[in-house]
């Protein structure tokens, strides 16, 4: 989220599509991905994804992998990142940290006033986005109230 001249925040979501079949090229994809995006859309901050490990732990590695170059990528171009484990991200946006991933989808779209179709990945990241926000709006009113 980034807020604009008048305070106001817009979302804004995409995918950044790898080419190649070289995984360290693949990585350097993901890094000039993400330095584009932080050059096209000047945002704050950027929230991610802990990785969690489940069954197949070559693809949490190669996760880990592309989200240290997301982070690379954002820490070069001096933003704080800030990290959230999924439980975390259904548990603001459903109230369930066992949420199902169509419930935080359906939850995304209603919360963005989005009408149509959406790629899962799309509503995982918006999700994040969105869970970093209430986090945010909520430290933010306990310093207030402790001030």
């Known amino acids: 989220m980034e807020s604009t001249p008048r305070g106001l925040r817009y979302v804004a979501s995409g995918c950044i599509r790898v080419q190649s079949q070289e995984f360290p090229e693949r990585l350097k994809q993901i890094f000039d991905g993400?330095?584009?995006?932080?050059?096209l859309y000047k945002p704050q901050q950027m929230a991610i994804e802990q990785v969690f490990m489940h069954k197949n732990a070559d693809s949490a590695l190669k996760l880990g992998q592309a989200r240290g170059a997301a982070i690379c990528a954002?820490?070069?171009?001096?933003?704080?990142?800030f990290e959230y484990a999924a439980r975390q991200v259904k548990q603001a946006l459903v109230g369930k940290g066992s949420a199902e991933k169509s419930q935080v989808q359906h939850m995304?779209?209603?919360?963005?006033?989005?009408?149509?179709?959406?790629?899962?990945?799309?509503?995982?990241?918006?999700?994040?986005?969105?869970?970093?926000?209430?986090?945010?709006?909520?430290?933010?009113?306990?310093?207030?109230?402790?001030?």
């Not at 993400?34 to 050059?39: K, L, Y």
């Not at 006033?113 to 306990?142: F, N, P, V, W």
């Open 34 to 39: 993400v330095t584009e995006v932080i050059a």
């Open 108 to 147: 995304v779209k209603i919360l963005l006033s989005i009408q149509g179709e959406m790629q899962i990945d799309a509503s995982d990241a918006l999700a994040i986005s969105l869970c970093h926000c209430h986090y945010q709006e909520t430290a933010k009113r306990l310093q207030q109230a402790l001030s």
């Open 74 to 81: 954002t820490m070069n171009q001096e933003l704080p990142v």
